[in-house]
C-alpha cells in the first residue's frame, strides 16, 4: 500500500514536470504543422521555448494605475492551469491526488482562471481590454456549461466524475455510444474555444476588431506575458489530453504499474499530443476565421450535443 | 404530546424579546446620539448570542413550548428543532454581521428615526419565523417581517421610486401571505386544528397535497423571488439601506426559503413522484433570468437582487431534486440535494450580504450606486475592494471558496437522478442541469462585470476619484463574511456535517458522514464516484503560485518599469474611453436577451459637423411585468373605473337597484321548492 | 346601596335612561364647552353602566333582554360613544374656530348625539322586535339631521339620500317584522308575545319556514340598507364623508354594527329553526358582493373619507360573510372582526379629522407625506390603516385568517373569491396610503391641538387583540357564536 | 252600526254568514287598494296624483276600519282615523300647498312610460301573489285566509309604491310612492290579527317623522334650488371622482 502511495507521488510529479516541459513544444508543434501546411518553413518547433526565455530576462513594464491585481493575475492564472493540467491522467491513471478534485473542479478551475484574465484585462482601463474581456466572458458563459454537459455524459457512463475512474472505465471498454460520439464533438469544439483557436479567435494576431485572448492581455509585458503564454500553452496540452485520455484511453499505465507499463504510457502519451497536434494544425488551416457574433452559434451548437448525449443517457437508464 | 422547552428555545425566545425591545428602544432613542450605537450594538450582542445558542441546538433535541398567546383556544405554539436552528443561524449571522455594519454605516443615515426602529423589529420577526409550530404565529411573524421589512424599504420615502418599491413590495408580500393562509386552510381543515402537530398528523391526501405544493411554491416564491413573483425584489431590495438590503437579500429570502420545507417537506405529507418537477423547473428558470437580468443593470444594488434570483433558483432546484429523490425512495440522494440546498442558502446568505455591504461602502464613498460613475475603486479603497473580490468569486462559483462547493453538490445530486423512474424528471433535471451550468457561467461573467467596471479601471468621475475607504466597523463587518465564505469552501466537510440533523429530520437519511473521510476532503456518495477537497486544491495553487514567483524572481529579472498604457499606441484616452457597464454586457445582450428581454439598443449618431454627442439607449423589459403584471394591474384599473359609475348615479336609480334586489330575491323565493 | 345592588341586578334600563336624560339636559345647556364635557361625561356614565352588565344577571323581561349576544355590542358601543365623544370635544373646538359650526349647531349635535346613544342602546337592548325597529328607525333619522348638520349643497344631499333609502329600507324591515309576527301569532297566540324576542326563540322550531324566509328576505334588505351592504350601501359613502368626522366614526363604528345586530338576531331565528332556507347562502353573496365592489371603488376616491367609507362597506361584507359561512369559527371570526373593524376604524377617522383639519382639505390630493409634516399623526394613520388592512399584529389579521383559513375548508371557491376581493382591496388601501403618509409633504404643517388619547386606546386594544384575547372574551365569544349557529 | 257589530258576534249561523261576509269585504277593500295603485302609476298630473292617493288613504282606512270591525280590536279604529286624517286630508293638501307654493310645474314626469310602468305593475303584483300563497300555503288554516289574502295585496301595494318612486322623477311623487308603500304596510300590519298597538304609532310615528324631515328638506332645498327635482339635488355631489 505503502509503495503504492510512493509509486502514486512518482506518477503525479513527473506529470506535473511533464506537462510544464511538453506545453511549449506542442505549441511549436502546432505552429511548425501549420507553417508548413501554408507552404511556410516556420520557425523550429522549439521557438516557444526561446520565447518564453526571453520574456522571462525582459523587465516588465506596467501602466501607471494597473493595481496589485494585475500584477498577481498572471501568477495565479499560471498556477491554477497548471494545477488543472496536472490533474488530468496524462501516461497514468495513478495520481495520488486525482480525488482532490474531479472533472467539474478542472472545469471551475479553468473557469477561475478565466474569471481573473478577464478582471485583469479591465484593470488597465483601455478600451482593448475592454473588448477582450467582455467577449471573453460571452464566448466562456456558452462555453463552460457546454464542458458541463460534456462532463455529464462522461460522468453518465462511467458512473463518476472522477478522471482517472473514467478513463479506466474508457480503457475497460464501453462499446460505442451515441452519447459519446456527440460529447467529443462537443468537447472539439469547446476545446477550439477555450484556447481561443480559429475559427473562434486567432492567437497570431493582433487585428484590434477580431482578437479576443490577444485583447485581453495586451497590457502585459516581460514575466507575467510569459506566464500567460506558458498557461495558455497548457491549457491546449490539457484539452488534447483530456480528449486522449477520455476517447483514446489506450496505453494509460494504470495506478501501481511497473516501470515498462510507465514507458509504454509515456510513448502512447507522446503519440497522441502528435496526432493532436497536426489534426488541430489541419483544422485550423482549413477553415476561417468567424465573426464574433457567429461564436455563439458555433458554441451553441456545442452545448446542444452536449445536452443531447446528456439526456440520451438519462432516457437510455431506463431502456 | 407536550414537548419540554429547551435552553435554547427559551435563548433564542429571549432573543426576540431583546429584540423587540431594543426596537422600542430605537423609537424612543431615534432623534439621540445615543440611538444608533445602543440598537445596533444591542443588535450585535443579541444575535450573535442567538447564533451560538441556535448553532447548539442543531444537533440538540427538540424543544417546544406553548404561550397563551395568539389563537386563543391553541396558544402560540413555538417549536425549535434542527432545522430551525439551521435557519436561525443563518438568520443570526447575517443580522449580527448586518448589525456590526450599520454601527458604522448608520452614520451616514440622515434619517435614522426610520430605520432605527424598525431594524430591530425585522430581525425579531426573522427570528421568530422559523420558532412558530402553528399557522397563525408561523403568518403572523411572516407577515410582521414583511411589514417591518416595508417600513424600511420606504425609509427614504423622500428618493424617487421608493415609496413605489414599497408598494410593490407590499403588495407582493401579501399575495404570498395570503396563498400560505390558503394553504393552511387546508393543511388544518385535513387535521382540524392549526397547530403544526395536528397537521402532521392528519397531512393532506390527493389532489388537497397537491395544491398546498403548488399554494407554498406562491407563497414562500413570492418572497423568495422565483420568477415570474420576483419583480418586488429588485425594486425593494436596493431602496432600503445597505445594510437592510443585505438582510433581505441574504436572509430574508432564506426564511422564505424555511417556510417552503416547513411546508412541503415536513407539513403537506408524502410527496408525489411529480412534486419535484414544478419546483425543479421554477428554480432553474429564476436561475437563468435572474442572473441574465442581472447582466442587464447598471445599478450596483440592483445587480445584486438580481442575483440574488439566480441564487434561489439554485436553491429550489436542489430541493426540487431532494423532492423528486424522496418521492422515489432514493433516500441517499435526497439527502444529498437537500444537503446541498440547505449548503448553498447558508452560503448565499454570507455572500450575498459580503456584496451588499461592499456596494453600500461604495455608495458610502462614493455616493453613487451607478456602475458608469465608478471605477478604479481598487486603489482607494484596498480593503473593500479585496473582500468584495472575494464575494464575487465565490459568489461567481469558483473553487475553492463556498459557492463552488454548494453548487459542486447540486451537481453531483444532478448526476444522481437517473436513476429517478418518471419520464417527466428524466426530461427536466437534465435541461434544469444545464440551465444550471449556464446560470452559473453568467453569473462569473456577471461578477466579472461588476468588480471589473466597479473596482478596476480608471474613475470614471470626480467622486469616484478621490473615495475613501469606509470605516472600521463596515470593514470589520465585511472581513468577516469573506473569513466566513473562505472558511466553508476550504472546509465544506464540517458544514455537511453540522447540516445533517436537519437532513435526517426531513429526509430520513442522512449523507455519510465527512468527517471521516481523509485530508478533510468531502465524497457525497462513494470515493470512486466523486470527490472534492477544497482545502488541497487552494494549497496546490498557492503554493504552485509561489512557487513560481519565487522561481520567476529568483532566476529571472524582478524588475518592473511604469509606463503609460499601451493600447495599441493611443495615447492615454478619456476614462469615459474604458468599456462601460452597458457596452461590457453588449455581447450577452446580444445573444440572450434579444428575444428573452427585448433588448434593444437604439443609436442616435448626429449628422456630421454637429457638435451633438452620439447617443446609445438600451431598452430591456422584464416579460413578467409586460405580460403578468402590467395587464393585471390595468384590468383592475378598467373595473375600477367601470365600478365608479356608481357613486354617481340618481338617488332615484339607487331606489331602483334596491328595488331590483328586493325583486331579484322575491323570484328566488318564488322559484325556490 | 338598595339602589346600588338594584343597579347591579339590572343596569340595562339605565343604559337607556342615561342617554335620553342627558340628551334633554344638553339641549338646554347654553354654553358648548360645557356641553362637551357633559357629552363625555355621559357617555362614559354609559359605558360604566355597560361594564356593569357582565355582572347582571341575563334576564329577559317584557321590554328589554340582556343576553351574551347583545352585550357584546352594548359593550363596545358605549366605549367607541365614550372615545368618539372626548374626540369630538376636541374636534369641534376647531371646527368653531374655522367658523363651520355655530355654537347653536353644537347645543343640537350634543342633544342629537345623546339621542342617537340612547336610540342605538334601545335597540340593542330591546326585547320587542317592534321597539328595536323604532329605536334603529330613531338613530336613522338622527343620523340624518347630524350629516346634514353643515348645511352645504354636498351635506343636505348625502343627508337627503340617506334619508331616502334609509326610510324605504325601514319600510321593508317594517314589513319583514310584521311577516315574523304573522309567523309566530300562530304558534304563541295573538298579542304582545308574538314580538317578544325571548318568546319567538323559544318556540322558533315550530314556525312556519315558507314565509319565515319571506319575512328575512325583507328583513336582510331593510336592515341591510342601514348595515352598507352592496347594492343597498349608496347612502353610506357621503353621508361618511359630508358629515362631521365623529359622526362619521360612530356611523362607522357603531351604527353598521347595530343594523348587523338585528340581521343577526333575526338569522338566529332562522338558524334555530332546521326548516328554512338557509340565510348563509344570501349574506355570503352579499358579503362577497360588497367586499369586491367596495374594493373596487377605493381606487377611485378623491376625499379621504369617502375612502374609509368604502373601506367599512368592504368589511361590513367581510363580516357579513363570515356569519354568513356560519359554524363555531367563522361566527367567532366575524364578531372579532366586527369589533376590530369598530375600534380600528374609529381610530382612523379620529386620525382623518385631525389630518383634514390641519391640511384644511378632505381632497386626497392635498394631504400627502403626513409623516414628515406630521410624524405622531402620520404614524398613528399608518397604524391605523394597516391594521385595518389586516396586516400583523392587528387583531383584524386574526380575524381575517379565521375567515379565510375555515373558508377555504368549507368552500374553497368562495375562500378565493374573498381572497381575491382582500388583496384588491389592500391593493388599494396602500396606493392610498403611501401618497398620504409618504413622500414629500404637503403645505399645512400647524399642529395638531387636539388629544391623541382616544386614537392611542383604539390602537393599543387593536394591536394587543392581534396578540392576545383574554380567555373570558375568548369564551364568551365562543358562546355567542354557538347561540349564532 | 249597531247591527254589525251584533252580526260581529251572534249566533253562530249569522257567524258563518258573516265569516264570508269579512272575508269578501276585507278582500274587497285590500283589491281596491292595489286598483288605486295602479291608478296611481297611471297618473300623469301631480294633482290628481295626491287626488288618488287621498283616495287610497280613504279606502285604507275604511279597509283597517272594517278589520278593526272584525277583529273585535278597537285600537285599529285609531289607525283607520290616523290614516283618514293625515293621509287623506291633510298631507295631500300640504303636498298641494307646496306644489303651489314653489311653483313646482304640474306634470309628473316619468322615466318609464305609463305602459310599460304598468305591465311591469301587473307582474309584480303577480309575482307577490305567488310568493305570498306559496309561503303561506304550509300553514294552510293556521293563518286564517282572510290574512293570507290581505298579506297578498298588502305586498303588492308596497312593490307597486316602490315602482312608483323608481319610475317617477320628481320629489313630490316620490314621496307619494313612498306613503302609499307604507300603506302597504299598515295593510299588512292590521291584517295581522291582534298585532300589538306599537305597530300602528310606529307606523303613523313614521309617517310623521317622515314629513316632518321632508318638509325641512325642501326647506332647505328651496333655500337654494328652484326645483325638488331630485335630480337637482344629484347635480352638486362631493367628491366627483
Given at each position: 500500500m505503502a509503495n503504492l502511495q510512493i509509486a502514486n507521488l512518482l506518477v503525479q510529479g513527473t506529470q506535473m514536470l511533464l506537462v510544464l516541459a511538453l506545453a511549449p513544444l506542442l505549441t511549436g508543434l502546432v505552429r511548425k504543422v501549420k507553417a508548413r501546411l501554408t507552404r511556410r518553413r516556420g520557425a523550429s518547433v522549439f521557438q516557444p521555448y526561446r520565447d518564453l526565455a526571453r520574456l522571462l530576462n525582459k523587465e516588465a513594464v506596467l501602466a501607471h494605475n494597473a493595481s496589485w491585481l494585475f500584477r498577481a493575475v498572471p501568477y495565479l492564472l499560471f498556477a491554477a492551469t497548471w494545477v488543472a493540467a496536472a490533474l488530468v491522467p496524462t501516461f497514468g491513471?495513478?495520481?495520488?491526488?486525482?480525488?482532490?478534485?474531479?472533472?467539474?473542479?478542472?472545469?471551475?478551475?479553468?473557469?477561475?482562471?478565466?474569471?481573473?484574465?478577464?478582471?485583469?484585462?479591465?484593470?488597465?482601463?483601455?478600451?482593448?481590454?475592454?473588448?477582450?474581456?467582455?467577449?471573453e466572458v460571452m464566448i466562456s458563459s456558452l462555453a463552460e456549461p457546454a464542458m458541463i454537459m460534456i462532463v455529464f455524459s462522461l460522468a453518465l457512463v462511467a458512473h463518476s466524475t472522477q478522471l482517472s475512474t473514467i478513463a479506466s472505465v474508457m480503457v475497460a471498454g464501453v462499446g460505442l455510444r451515441v452519447s459519446l460520439a456527440l460529447a467529443l464533438v462537443a468537447l472539439a469544439i469547446v476545446a477550439v474555444a477555450e484556447n481561443g483557436r480559429i475559427p473562434v479567435d486567432n492567437p497570431a494576431t493582433h487585428l484590434e476588431l477580431t482578437m479576443v485572448h490577444e485583447a485581453m492581455v495586451l497590457e502585459y509585458s516581460g514575466r507575467h506575458l510569459a506566464l500567460i503564454e506558458l498557461a495558455a500553452q497548457l491549457k491546449l496540452l490539457l484539452f488534447i489530453s483530456l480528449v486522449a485520455c477520455v476517447f483514446v484511453p489506450w496505453g494509460?499505465?494504470?495506478?501501481?504499474?511497473?516501470?515498462?507499463?510507465?514507458?509504454?504510457?509515456?510513448?502512447?502519451?507522446?503519440?497522441?499530443?502528435?496526432?493532436?497536434?497536426?489534426?488541430?494544425?489541419?483544422?485550423?488551416?482549413?477553415?476561417?476565421?468567424?465573426?464574433?457574433?457567429?461564436?455563439?452559434?458555433?458554441?451553441?451548437?456545442?452545448?446542444?450535443?452536449g445536452l443531447l448525449g446528456t439526456l440520451l443517457l438519462f432516457v437510455s437508464r431506463i431502456l | 404530546m407536550a414537548l419540554a422547552p429547551t435552553v435554547q428555545l427559551l435563548a433564542a425566545l429571549s432573543a426576540v424579546a431583546a429584540l423587540l425591545v431594543l426596537a422600542v428602544a430605537g423609537a424612543v432613542l431615534a432623534r439621540g446620539p445615543l440611538g444608533r450605537p445602543v440598537v445596533y450594538g444591542g443588535a450585535l450582542a443579541v444575535t450573535l448570542l442567538a447564533a451560538v445558542s441556535a448553532l447548539t441546538a442543531i444537533p440538540a433535541p427538540i424543544g417546544g413550548l406553548v404561550l397563551p398567546l395568539?389563537?386563543?383556544?391553541?396558544?402560540?405554539?413555538?417549536?425549535?428543532?434542527?432545522?430551525s436552528a439551521v435557519f436561525l443561524v443563518v438568520v443570526n449571522l447575517g443580522g449580527a454581521a448586518a448589525s456590526l455594519y450599520g454601527l458604522g454605516y448608520g452614520r451616514h443615515d440622515h434619517a435614522p428615526e426610520r430605520v432605527l426602529p424598525f431594524f430591530p423589529a425585522f430581525l425579531a420577526g426573522m427570528n421568530l419565523v422559523p420558532l412558530a409550530a402553528?399557522?397563525?404565529?408561523?403568518?403572523?411573524a411572516w407577515e410582521f417581517m414583511s411589514l417591518a421589512s416595508w417600513a424600511l424599504v420606504i425609509s427614504h420615502d423622500k428618493e424617487a421610486g421608493n415609496v413605489q418599491a414599497g408598494l410593490v413590495y407590499i403588495l407582493m408580500a401579501s399575495f404570498g401571505t395570503l396563498?400560505?393562509?390558503?394553504?393552511?386552510?387546508?393543511?388544518?381543515?385535513?387535521?382540524?386544528?392549526?397547530?403544526?402537530?395536528?397537521?402532521?398528523?392528519?397531512?393532506?391526501?390527493?389532489?388537497?397535497?397537491?395544491?398546498?405544493?403548488?399554494?407554498?411554491?406562491?407563497?414562500?416564491?413570492?418572497?423568495?423571488?422565483?420568477?415570474?413573483?420576483?419583480?418586488?425584489?429588485?425594486?425593494?431590495?436596493?431602496?432600503?439601506?445597505?445594510?437592510?438590503?443585505?438582510?433581505?437579500?441574504?436572509?430574508m429570502t432564506k426564511v422564505a426559503v424555511y417556510g417552503f420545507i416547513r411546508i412541503v417537506f415536513d407539513l403537506a405529507g408524502p410527496p408525489d413522484w411529480w412534486w419535484g418537477i414544478p419546483v425543479i423547473v421554477a428554480g432553474a428558470i429564476a436561475g437563468v433570468v435572474g442572473v441574465l437580468q442581472a447582466l442587464l443593470q447598471s445599478d450596483t444594488k440592483r445587480v445584486l437582487a438580481f442575483s440574488t434570483i439566480e441564487n434561489i433558483g439554485l436553491i429550489f432546484v436542489g430541493l426540487g431534486l431532494a423532492l423528486a429523490f424522496k418521492a422515489s425512495g432514493f433516500g441517499g440522494a435526497a439527502a444529498l440535494a437537500f444537503t446541498a440546498a440547505l449548503f448553498h442558502v447558508f452560503n448565499h446568505a454570507a455572500m450575498k450580504s459580503l456584496l451588499f455591504f461592499g456596494a453600500g461602502a461604495v455608495l458610502t464613498a462614493t455616493g453613487s450606486r451607478v456602475m458608469d460613475r465608478l471605477g478604479g475603486l481598487i486603489h482607494r479603497m484596498p480593503v473593500t475592494s479585496v473582500v468584495m473580490l472575494i464575494g464575487a468569486a465565490a459568489i461567481s462559483a469558483l473553487p475553492p471558496l463556498n459557492g463552488f462547493a454548494s453548487e459542486w453538490l447540486v451537481f453531483q445530486a444532478i448526476l444522481l437522478s437517473p436513476e429517478l423512474p418518471a419520464w417527466g424528471l428524466k426530461l427536466s433535471v437534465p435541461a434544469a442541469g444545464a440551465l444550471l451550468a449556464l446560470a452559473a457561467a453568467l453569473a462569473a461573467a456577471c461578477f466579472v462585470r461588476l468588480y471589473g467596471i466597479v473596482f478596476l479601471g480608471r474613475p470614471r468621475s470626480e467622486q469616484a476619484a478621490n473615495a475613501h475607504e469606509v470605516d472600521a466597523f463596515s470593514r470589520a463587518a465585511m472581513i468577516a463574511l469573506a473569513a466566513i465564505c473562505v472558511a466553508a469552501g476550504l472546509f465544506p466537510g464540517l458544514v455537511i456535517d453540522?447540516?445533517?440533523?436537519?437532513?435526517?429530520?426531513?429526509?430520513?437519511?442522512?449523507?455519510?458522514?465527512?468527517?471521516?473521510?481523509?485530508?478533510?476532503?468531502?465524497?457525497?456518495?462513494?470515493?470512486?464516484?466523486?470527490?472534492?477537497?477544497?482545502?488541497?486544491?487552494?494549497?496546490?495553487?498557492?503554493?504552485?503560485?509561489?512557487?513560481?514567483?519565487?522561481?520567476?524572481?529568483?532566476?529571472?529579472?524582478?524588475?518592473?518599469?511604469?509606463?503609460?498604457?499601451?493600447?495599441?499606441?493611443?495615447?492615454?484616452?478619456d476614462p469615459v474611453t474604458q468599456y462601460s457597464a452597458g457596452s461590457f454586457a453588449q455581447p450577452i445582450r446580444r445573444v440572450f436577451a434579444r428575444t428573452l428581454f427585448a433588448a434593444r439598443e437604439r443609436v442616435e449618431m448626429p449628422p456630421p459637423g454637429s457638435l451633438a454627442p452620439a447617443r446609445i439607449e438600451i431598452t430591456a423589459r422584464d416579460p413578467a411585468w409586460a405580460f403578468l403584471f402590467l395587464p393585471l394591474a390595468g384590468l383592475v384599473e378598467r373595473i375600477a373605473t367601470r365600478a365608479n359609475r356608481l357613486q354617481y348615479l340618481t338617488i332615484r336609480q339607487y331606489l331602483a337597484l334596491v328595488f331590483g334586489a328586493l325583486v331579484l330575491l322575491l323570484l328566488v323565493l318564488a322559484l325556490w321548492t | 346601596m338598595s339602589f346600588l345592588s338594584g343597579l347591579l341586578v339590572d343596569p340595562a334600563p339605565l343604559l337607556v335612561a342615561v342617554p335620553a336624560a342627558s340628551a334633554v339636559l344638553l339641549a338646554l345647556m347654553p354654553s358648548y364647552r360645557v356641553g362637551a364635557l357633559v357629552n363625555v361625561a355621559a357617555c362614559g356614565l354609559t359605558f360604566a353602566l355597560a361594564l356593569l352588565l357582565f355582572g347582571a344577571p341575563r334576564i329577559a323581561g317584557p321590554f328589554l333582554i340582556v343576553d351574551d349576544l347583545n352585550i357584546v355590542f352594548v359593550v363596545l358601543n358605549t366605549f367607541v360613544a365614550f372615545t368618539t365623544a372626548w374626540f369630538s370635544a376636541g374636534y369641534i373646538a376647531h371646527e368653531l374656530e374655522t367658523g363651520r359650526l355655530t355654537p347653536l349647531n353644537l347645543r343640537f349635535y350634543h342633544a342629537m348625539y345623546q339621542v342617537l346613544l340612547g336610540a342605538m342602546t334601545l335597540a340593542l337592548l330591546s326585547n320587542n322586535l317592534g321597539v328595536m325597529w323604532v329605536a334603529i328607525e330613531v338613530a336613522t333619522l338622527t343620523t340624518v339631521l347630524m350629516v346634514g348638520l353643515y348645511r352645504t349643497e354636498a351635506a343636505i344631499e348625502a343627508a337627503w339620500k340617506y334619508f331616502m333609502?334609509?326610510?324605504?329600507?325601514?319600510?321593508?324591515?317594517?314589513?319583514?317584522?310584521?311577516?315574523?309576527?304573522?309567523?309566530?301569532?300562530?304558534?304563541?297566540?295573538?298579542?304582545?308575545?308574538?314580538?317578544?324576542?325571548?318568546?319567538?326563540?323559544?318556540?322558533?322550531h315550530n314556525f312556519d319556514p315558507a314565509l319565515l324566509n319571506v319575512a328575512f328576505v325583507f328583513l336582510l334588505l331593510g336592515y341591510g340598507t342601514k348595515v352598507g351592504l352592496a347594492p343597498l350601501h349608496a347612502w353610506l359613502p357621503d353621508a361618511h364623508s359630508e358629515g362631521p368626522t365623529p359622526i362619521s366614526a360612530v356611523l362607522s363604528g357603531l351604527l353598521l354594527n347595530v343594523a348587523l345586530f338585528a340581521v343577526l338576531r333575526f338569522k338566529s331565528l332562522l338558524a334555530?329553526?332546521?326548516?328554512?332556507?338557509?340565510?348563509?347562502?344570501?349574506?355570503?353573496?352579499?358579503?362577497?358582493?360588497?367586499?369586491?365592489?367596495?374594493?373596487?371603488?377605493?381606487?377611485?376616491?378623491?376625499?379621504?373619507?369617502?375612502?374609509?367609507?368604502?373601506?367599512?362597506?368592504?368589511?361590513?361584507?367581510?363580516?357579513?360573510?363570515?356569519?354568513g359561512l356560519g359554524g363555531p369559527l367563522a361566527n367567532f371570526a366575524g364578531l372579532l372582526h366586527m369589533t376590530m373593524h369598530s375600534l380600528t376604524k374609529s381610530a382612523i377617522f379620529f386620525a382623518v379629522g385631525h389630518a383634514c383639519q390641519v391640511k384644511g382639505t378632505q381632497e386626497l390630493a392635498q394631504i400627502r407625506g403626513l409623516t414628515t409634516s406630521h410624524p405622531l399623526l402620520g404614524w398613528s394613520l399608518v397604524a391605523g390603516v394597516v391594521a385595518i388592512a389586516g396586516l400583523p399584529p392587528a387583531g383584524v389579521f386574526m380575524s381575517e385568517f379565521l375567515v379565510v383559513t375555515s373558508a377555504f375548508g368549507a368552500r374553497p371557491w368562495l375562500a378565493l373569491i374573498l381572497v381575491l376581493g382582500l388583496l384588491i382591496a389592500f391593493g388599494a388601501l396602500m396606493v392610498k396610503l403611501s401618497a398620504i403618509a409618504f413622500g414629500e409633504p404637503s403645505p399645512g404643517t400647524d399642529p395638531v391641538k387636539a388629544s391623541f388619547v382616544p386614537m392611542g386606546v383604539h390602537l393599543a386594544l387593536v394591536f394587543a387583540a392581534g396578540l392576545y384575547l383574554p380567555p373570558e372574551l375568548v369564551a364568551w365569544f365562543r358562546h355567542v357564536a354557538a347561540v349564532l349557529g | 252600526m249597531d247591527r254589525t257589530l251584533e252580526i260581529a258576534h251572534g249566533t253562530p249561523l249569522d257567524a258563518a254568514l258573516s265569516a264570508s261576509l269579512v272575508f269578501d269585504v276585507a278582500h274587497l277593500f285590500a283589491g281596491a287598494l292595489v286598483l288605486i295603485s295602479f291608478l296611481m302609476l297611471y297618473q300623469d298630473r301631480l294633482y290628481a296624483l295626491l287626488k288618488v292617493f287621498a283616495l287610497q288613504a280613504v279606502v285604507l282606512s275604511l279597509s283597517v276600519g272594517w278589520q278593526a270591525l272584525a277583529q273585535d280590536a278597537p285600537h285599529l279604529y285609531v289607525t283607520a282615523a290616523i290614516a283618514l286624517v293625515f293621509k287623506a286630508v291633510v298631507i295631500p293638501l300640504a303636498l298641494a300647498r307646496m306644489v303651489a307654493r314653489l311653483g313646482i310645474h304640474r306634470q309628473v314626469e316619468t322615466v318609464v312610460s305609463i305602459g310599460p310602468t304598468m305591465l311591469a305593475g301587473i307582474a309584480l303584483v303577480a309575482l307577490s301573489l305567488v310568493v305570498m300563497l306559496k309561503a303561506t300555503a304550509a300553514v294552510g288554516g293556521a293563518a286564517d285566509a282572510l290574512a293570507r289574502e290581505d298579506l297578498a295585496f298588502a305586498l303588492s301595494v308596497v312593490l307597486l309604491g316602490l315602482l312608483m318612486m323608481v319610475t317617477r322623477r320628481n320629489a313630490v311623487s316620490q314621496v307619494i310612492g313612498f306613503m302609499s308603500l307604507e300603506n302597504g304596510l299598515i295593510l299588512a300590519a292590521t291584517g295581522a290579527k291582534g298585532m300589538p298597538l306599537v305597530v300602528e304609532i310606529s307606523v303613523a310615528f313614521s309617517v310623521l317623522i317622515a314629513l316632518i324631515v321632508i318638509g325641512i328638506f325642501l326647506f332647505r332645498i328651496r333655500e337654494r334650488f328652484d326645483t325638488v327635482d331630485v335630480d337637482a339635488l344629484d347635480r352638486f355631489r362631493g367628491g366627483r371622482a
Open positions: 491513471t495513478g495520481l495520488i491526488f486525482s480525488w482532490s478534485a474531479d472533472l467539474i473542479v478542472i472545469t471551475a478551475l479553468l473557469g477561475s482562471a478565466r474569471f481573473f484574465l478577464a478582471l485583469a484585462g479591465m484593470d488597465v482601463g483601455t478600451s482593448f481590454g475592454g473588448i477582450g474581456s467582455s467577449r494509460l499505465a494504470p495506478a501501481g504499474a511497473g516501470a515498462g507499463a510507465v514507458v509504454l504510457g509515456m510513448a502512447s502519451y507522446g503519440a497522441k499530443l502528435a496526432a493532436g497536434a497536426v489534426l488541430l494544425a489541419v483544422f485550423e488551416t482549413s477553415i476561417a476565421k468567424m465573426r464574433v457574433f457567429r461564436v455563439p452559434d458555433f458554441l451553441g451548437a456545442a452545448l446542444m450535443l | 395568539g389563537i386563543p383556544w391553541i396558544g402560540a405554539n413555538l417549536r425549535l428543532d434542527a432545522l402553528d399557522a397563525y404565529t408561523f403568518l403572523l396563498a400560505l393562509m390558503l394553504a393552511f386552510g387546508l393543511l388544518a381543515a385535513g387535521g382540524g386544528g392549526f397547530t403544526f402537530e395536528a397537521m402532521r398528523a392528519a397531512p393532506p391526501t390527493g389532489w388537497a397535497g397537491a395544491v398546498v405544493l403548488v399554494l407554498a411554491l406562491l407563497g414562500a416564491g413570492s418572497k423568495a423571488g422565483l420568477v415570474p413573483l420576483h419583480v418586488w425584489l429588485p425594486l425593494a431590495h436596493p431602496a432600503a439601506p445597505s445594510h437592510v438590503s443585505a438582510l433581505m437579500s441574504g436572509v453540522a447540516l445533517q440533523p436537519a437532513v435526517t429530520a426531513l429526509i430520513g437519511v442522512k449523507m455519510p458522514a465527512q468527517s471521516e473521510v481523509a485530508w478533510l476532503s468531502i465524497v457525497p456518495v462513494a470515493e470512486s464516484r466523486s470527490s472534492y477537497n477544497g482545502l488541497l486544491v487552494f494549497l496546490f495553487i498557492a503554493s504552485s503560485a509561489l512557487l513560481t514567483a519565487f522561481i520567476i524572481h529568483r532566476l529571472a529579472t524582478g524588475a518592473v518599469r511604469r509606463a503609460p498604457p499601451w493600447d495599441c499606441g493611443f495615447p492615454n484616452a | 333609502l334609509g326610510s324605504v329600507g325601514i319600510a321593508l324591515a317594517l314589513f319583514g317584522t310584521i311577516l315574523v309576527y304573522m309567523v309566530a301569532q300562530p304558534v304563541v297566540g295573538e298579542g304582545a308575545d308574538g314580538m317578544i324576542w325571548s318568546v319567538l326563540m323559544k318556540h322558533a334555530a329553526h332546521p326548516g328554512t332556507l338557509a340565510p348563509g347562502p344570501l349574506m355570503m353573496a352579499m358579503g362577497l358582493g360588497s367586499l369586491l365592489l367596495a374594493g373596487f371603488m377605493l381606487y377611485r376616491r378623491r376625499d379621504i373619507k369617502r375612502l374609509f367609507a368604502y373601506s367599512s362597506i368592504e368589511h361590513m361584507g367581510i363580516i357579513a360573510f363570515a356569519f | -
